[in-house]
């Protein structure tokens, strides 16, 4: 409405309160309140109907984690068909392909930091997962507590791979902050290189 009967400090005041809910920077990810299509309140709107407007309005700092957004849950949402909901084909395509993508990703990267990382062994939390690589030589027990921390590390609620893995119920506290801090720098690294760029931007404009 305010593209269409020309108000553009209205519009300017509204794509600006966008800017923490669409981060383009790691660190805004990481410290915002309020993500995404919560941003417009209640009745929240559909993921895809924020990202055709994003495409419409031509707000293209915001459009790569739009597209992050609407391609997070079940399939059905993302191929919706109700009205302004509807994806263009293109980028229908363009989200399924790159969201399967970077889901691979994380696997990579979860199994590359689990086992090829070669986790220390945990002597002080006696419940925690990695004492276990400290308490038996055998291989068996080795592997199935390493197993339980990569699958913890690849399921996410609804798919997204930008939160950090939940942990605490397998590691002790030390355990916990140090596994999170190395996942977290290969999220930071994803977030900034390539999520933009599988999502089909060149990169984070205005970042």
């Keep these: 409405m305010t593209t269409k ?5 209205i519009r300017e005041a509204l794509i600006e309160d966008l800017k923490s809910a669409y981060p383009t920077k790691w660190e805004d990810f990481e410290t915002a309140r309020i993500l995404g299509e919560d941003v417009f309140g209640l009745p929240r709107p559909h993921p895809n109907a924020v990202l055709n407007l994003f495409l419409e309005q031509n707000i293209k700092f915001a459009s790569p984690f739009a597209a992050y957004r609407a391609g997070l849950g079940v399939p059905s949402s993302l191929a919706s068909d109700k009205p302004g909901a509807i994806l263009p084909r293109p980028t229908l395509v363009s989200i399924i ?4 993508e970077i889901r691979r990703m994380a696997t990579v990267a979860a199994h590359g930091i689990v086992y090829v990382g070669d986790l220390s062994a945990c002597i002080e939390g006696v419940s925690c997962t990695l004492n276990a690589l400290y308490r038996t030589n055998q291989p068996e027990q080795r592997m199935e507590a390493l197993n339980k921390i990569y699958n913890a590390m690849v399921e996410r609620i609804e798919g997204d791979m930008l939160t950090p893995p939940s942990l605490r119920n397998l590691l002790c506290e030390g355990c916990t902050g140090r596994l999170e801090t190395i996942h977290g720098n290969w999220r930071k690294r994803f977030f900034w290189a390539r999520l933009p760029r599988l999502l089909g931007w060149t990169g984070w404009e205005g970042a």
């Design 5 to 9: 009967y020309g108000f553009p400090d």
């Design 97 to 100: 392909h790159s969201m399967g």
